[in-house]
Nanobody, 121 residues
Framework: QVQLVESGGGLVQAGGSLRLSCAAS????????LGWFRQAPGKERQFVAA???????RYADAVKDRFTISRDNAANSVYLQMNSLKPEDTAVYYC???????????????WGQGTQVTVSS
């Protein structure tokens, strides 16, 4: 069983930055692909970024060139650096772990509880 805990969310002005962290306990993440998803009020959860076990990255078009996903296997953690934030980035952000390097929610076996990111205009 993999337990994931996100942190780093908060309130930021448009144009600002935040760094989200997701730490795993009870099991190593080194063999998993790791991803970030987000869910805005009244909307479905959507893919943001993913990183494979061998550090290949993939991004949603809406965040490409603004967000950077990274991982530290020694720390059993994954991160999401978010720059040039926009009000439309406001959502609850979730990290997930998957045995496949994909962007579909259904491919993720484990999820964190989420962290709120609010971007004011």
């Amino acid at each position: 069983q993999v337990q994931l805990v996100e942190s780093g969310g908060g309130l930021v002005q448009a144009g600002g930055s935040l760094r989200l962290s997701c730490a795993a306990s009870a099991r190593s993440l080194s063999s998993y692909a790791l991803g970030w998803f987000r869910q805005a009020p009244g909307k479905e959860r959507q893919f943001v970024a993913a990183i494979s076990w061998n550090f290949i990255t993939r991004y949603a078009d809406a965040v490409k060139d603004r967000f950077t996903i990274s991982r530290d296997n020694a720390a059993n953690s994954v991160y999401l650096q978010m720059n040039s934030l926009k009000p439309e980035d406001t959502a609850v952000y979730y990290c997930g772990a998957s045995t496949f390097f994909r962007s579909a929610i259904s491919d993720y076996n484990y999820w964190g509880q989420g962290t709120q990111v609010t971007v004011s205009s």
